[in-house]
Structure formats: structure tokens, C-alpha cells
């Protein structure tokens, strides 16, 4: 689900952690070709998909680099595209696990069972 700005995404974390949902958050860009191959290779992957299970995904496209942009980076202390940030079901950013760049399937699917554990229980 896309997502604009920040006031969106505390409002969708928020409504997830009232249904005891996690959120995977990817930040991504038209031109940026990690998040291209992460499109293609990694979230369609049946192994990554079944590891979400019930959390609900979100994209912030950073693309057009503006004001609203560039505050979100800011928030989360990024410099661009990708990152994908995991929130667990009490809303909180599970920090320590952020990914930073490209990672294929195999990695990213243990990497969500470590993030979100809750996700596919």
C-alpha cells in the first residue's frame, strides 16, 4: 500500500497495532535499481511472502524527492532509498533490523522472521 508523508504512516502503524499487526515499511525511488531487483527478486518470493504473512506492507516513494520527502527521510535518519523498516505489533521501530540495500530472497525471508516474528505465527 502506498503510502504520502509521515502523518499517513503514524496513522497506518497506529491503526496496525491496534489489530496487533506488524508493518514492514520499504522506502523506494523510480531510479533506484536495488529497489527494482528487491520488487522482482525478493518481495515476490513465496518464502518472503509467507514470513509477512499478516503484516501489513507499506511504500514511501521518494522519488520526487520533495519537501514531504525529504521529512521522512529525516525521521528515520536515512539518506535515500532503499531501507525497509520493520515496526512491530506495539508500533515501535524494530531499529536493529532495518535493511539497508538489496538482499535476496533467502536473507530477506530470515531476515523478516528475526524482524517480525509475529508476522507469521
Known amino acids: 500500500q502506498a503510502i504520502e ?3 499517513e504512516l503514524r496513522r497506518l502503524v497506529a491503526q496496525a497495532s491496534a489489530q496487533d499487526r506488524p508493518v514492514m515499511l520499504e522506502v523506494y525511488a523510480d531510479w533506484c535499481v536495488s529497489c527494482q531487483e528487491l520488487e522482482a527478486f525478493t518481495f515476490p518470493d513465496e518464502r518472503v511472502q509467507a514470513a509477512l504473512g499478516d503484516a501489513l506492507l507499506l ?12 521529512a521522512l527521510l529525516q525521521r528515520f535518519d536515512l539518506y535515500g ?4 523498516l ?10 536493529s533490523h532495518r535493511v539497508i540495500g ?8 530470515e531476515h ?8 507469521s505465527s
Not at 523478516?112 to 508476522?119: D, G, K, L, N, T
Open 86 to 95: 520493520f515496526f512491530g505489533p506495539d508500533g515501535v521501530e524494530r531499529r
Open 5 to 7: 508523508g509521515d502523518s
Open 59 to 70: 511504500r514511501a516513494d521518494v522519488t520526487a524527492n520533495d519537501a514531504g520527502d525529504q
Open 112 to 119: 523478516v522472521r528475526r524482524a517480525v516474528p509475529e508476522a
Open 81 to 84: 532509498p532503499p531501507a525497509i
Open 102 to 109: 538489496f538482499k535476496g530472497p533467502e536473507a530477506f525471508t
